[in-house]
């Protein structure tokens, strides 16, 4: 199978990567967040480890501990709808969206349930988390939401997240 490129190569520490010692938890105040979502039961740590395989870079830490709690989900946060895929998903639905032709450097991980998806910007330093539409996809469209995962939750959190993501 071909690895997913979104952008320059590194090594992925794994979840059960023995050197790896801290624990993949959701904090208290992100799982707060998440009583209006449709969870998952958890991702197994060795689809994680295998998808991490496929990419040539490490998914973040606060997702990891995501997907480690529930595997994607789907419904709102607030007034804004979430679609978080399957971690087995991640990589034939950003090939489906051609996201590395097209915006590359960017791995999309689910969407607003409409017209967006939301991305790793995996070239920037930490993956910020920026939205991009489905159609017309490229990097020039990409709208910066979130420094991080568990940032992105809280900022879903806020009722006037569309206005604060458009700059209105």
Request: one cysteine or more; proline letters at 7%; charged letters at 20%.
């Amino acid at each position: 199978m071909a690895r997913f490129a979104a952008g320059g190569v590194s090594s992925s520490p794994t979840c059960t990567d023995r050197r790896k010692t801290r624990k993949l938890v959701i904090p208290p105040e992100i799982e707060g967040l998440l009583g209006d979502l449709q969870l998952r039961p958890p991702a197994k740590p060795a689809a994680l480890d295998a998808v991490e395989r496929e990419l040539t870079f490490p998914l973040p830490g606060q997702y990891k501990a995501f997907l480690m709690h529930s595997n994607g989900a789907e419904g709102s946060i607030a007034t804004n709808t979430l679609d978080l895929w399957h971690l087995e998903d991640l990589i034939e639905w950003n090939q489906k969206y051609q996201l590395k032709e097209k915006a590359p450097g960017l791995f999309a991980f689910g969407g607003n349930g409409g017209a967006e998806a939301y991305a790793f910007d995996t070239i920037t330093l930490g993956l910020p988390i920026v939205m991009v539409p489905f159609i017309g996809t490229s990097r020039k469209a990409a709208i910066f939401v979130a420094p991080g995962f568990n940032s992105f939750l809280k900022m879903l959190a806020k009722s006037d997240f569309v206005e604060r993501v458009y700059g209105g």
